[in-house]
């Protein structure tokens, strides 16, 4: 994640952004009408959105099942030792790891929060006895398995 200079983003902003996160992949045309510009100052907010860093890039979102993985679960991780260096290190290592799709430090009982998408239970039971259980200055981690999603990806409100 990338720190950048809060903008302040108007009424235009948030209806750019907003259709952007229903359909990326529109035309500048289509957009401008949708948000009531004409195409060369639409254009200008967008690359404006993206240079300040609030666009932070363009991909697909995937049918996690469509694509062979099948299984999701949160887990809660808390560290042996609260100090920096573990957290640092702990970070580094989740960003390393493809399955993990989602890392947050979070206030509670756990210190982070990471959703692992994998393609069955035997890939997950390898992540976490090879890769996470692995993993110095660790304490516990608490797994929960996502039973059917019924909102996932879903667009900011903007």
Known sequence: MTNHAKMTLDAIDRKI???LQAD???PNLQL???VGLSPS???RRVRLLEENGVIEGYR???DRAAVGLNVTVFAGVKVERHSHENAEAFV???LAMPEVVACHLVSGDMDFLVEVVVPDMATYEAVVLRKILALPSLRDVRSNFAMRSYKANGALPI
């Open 17 to 19: 952004l907003d259709a």
């Open 24 to 26: 990326a992949r529109m």
């Open 32 to 34: 401008a009408e949708r």
């Open 41 to 43: 100052p639409c254009s």
């Open 60 to 62: 697909p979102v995937l």
């Open 92 to 94: 580094a290592a989740m």
